[in-house]
T-cell receptor, first 115, second 116 residues
């Protein structure tokens, strides 16, 4: 069975601070895919990034960066110089080839960025 | 279309009534998924389709929930004899590519179902 753990329920930071959201996953599959989604207060789910299990290269996109470490089964997400618009719930999700492609979500981390 | 379109945005039903939700996947996407989000955080997978065929329905409470994806029609999720515990936001997602592939699922804005 697959499992995604986001231990941080809620994080509050002041604008311009850097913040890292943790994600730890469990799976027995050797091929799998990891995702991050953002859910702003308006409620929609916005896809942020996908990472394959065989590609451990870290990725940076603007103020966002992702650190994938297979050795620790972690796929952490860092926002640099946070902004109020980053306030949202962030979900990490796992998808394996053996589970008909359904996503297994973590319980999310609520990020509150204040002025 | 370019987005997953879910209707209605909000649906209110009395306990025991029927509820029907609709989803139009992104044009060209062959795979459709339904998820239930309760308590604003927990996502539960319900069912997936490959075109009009059910692929995985392991998450569906079959006694009251049913879903279809018919050609040239929006997909639908129907709940018979709704219960208070069915109150949730129901998300539809679609993706292209092979099932099990690395294509991301793109989500609609969800339908908020309130059972009174």
């Amino acid at each position: 069975a697959q499992k995604v753990t986001q231990a941080q329920t809620e994080i509050s930071v002041v604008e311009k601070e850097d913040v890292t959201l943790d994600c730890v996953y469990e799976t027995r599959d050797t091929t799998y895919y990891l995702f991050w989604y953002k859910q702003p207060p308006s409620g929609e789910l916005v896809f942020l990034i996908r990472r394959n299990s065989f590609d451990e290269q870290n990725e940076i996109s603007g103020r966002y960066s992702w650190n994938f470490q297979k050795s620790t089964s972690s796929f952490n997400f860092t926002i640099t110089a946070s902004q109020v618009v980053d306030s949202a719930v962030y979900f990490c999700a796992l998808r394996t080839t053996g589970t008909a492609s359904k996503l297994t979500f973590g319980t999310g981390t609520r990020l509150q960025v204040t002025l | 279309g370019e987005e997953v379109a879910q209707t209605p945005k909000h649906l209110v039903r009395g306990e025991g009534q029927k509820a029907k939700l609709y989803c139009a996947p992104i044009k060209g996407h062959s795979y459709v998924f339904w998820y239930q989000q309760v308590l604003k955080n927990e996502f539960k997978f319900l069912i997936s389709f490959q075109n009009e065929n059910v692929f995985d329905e392991t998450g569906m409470p079959k006694e009251r929930f049913s879903a279809k994806c018919l050609p040239n029609s929006p997909c639908s999720l129907e709940i018979q004899a709704t219960k208070l515990e069915d109150s949730a936001v129901y998300f539809c997602a679609s993706s292209q590519g092979e099932l099990g592939g690395n294509q991301p699922q793109h989500f609609g804005d969800g339908t908020r179902l309130s059972i009174l």
